[in-house]
C-alpha cells in the first residue's frame, strides 16, 4: 500500500488524530468489557440464591434431570457431558433455555428470576464457589 503524499499538511493531520482517536475508543471498548466479566471462579451467585434454586429443582425439575441432576428422562444438569455441552457458552443462554423450554411439560412457566435461580443452583452443584452478591440479569447481560 502507497500512501498519498499529496494533499495538504492539515488534511493527514486530521486524518491521523481521526484514526487515533478511533483505536483509542476501540481499546477503552475492549478494557470496560473486560472490567465487566467475572470468571465463575470468583463466585457470580450467592448462597441463598442457590438454595431458593434448590428448592425450586426439586419441585419442577428433579422428576426429570433426577434428584442429584444426574439425568434421567431429561439430560444431566452436571457432571462433565453438562460441561461439555455448556462451559463454552455464557451463562445468559442456559438462563434462557431454562427460561423459555422448561419444565418440559409447562414449557415458558418459569419466571426469568427463578430460570436465575436454577442456574445459581446449578453451579452450586457444579461446585463454583459462591459470592455475596447474587446472579442478576444485568450480569447475564
Known amino acids: 500500500m502507497r500512501w498519498i503524499r499529496s494533499g495538504s499538511p492539515l488534511i493527514r493531520c486530521a486524518f491521523g488524530l481521526a484514526l487515533c482517536a478511533w483505536i483509542l475508543v476501540g481499546l477503552f471498548s475492549i478494557a470496560s468489557d473486560a472490567r465487566q466479566m467475572r ?67 409447562l414449557p415458558g412457566s418459569l419466571s426469568r428470576q427463578q430460570s436465575i435461580d436454577l442456574t445459581a443452583y446449578v453451579l452450586q452443584v457444579g461446585k463454583f464457589p459462591t459470592g455475596s452478591a447474587e446472579l442478576s440479569e444485568a450480569q447475564l447481560a
Do not use: D
Not at 50 to 74: D, F, K, N
Not at 89 to 104: A, N, Q
Open 39 to 105: 470468571p465463575l471462579t470468583a463466585g457470580v451467585y450467592s448462597a441463598a440464591q442457590a438454595a431458593r434454586g434448590q428448592a425450586l429443582y426439586t419441585q419442577e425439575c428433579a422428576s426429570c434431570h433426577g434428584e442429584v441432576m444426574e439425568g434421567t428422562i431429561g439430560p444431566a444438569m452436571a457432571g462433565s457431558l453438562f460441561l461439555e455441552t455448556w462451559s463454552a457458552r455464557p451463562l445468559s443462554e442456559l438462563v434462557e433455555k431454562i427460561h423459555k423450554t422448561m419444565p418440559f411439560n
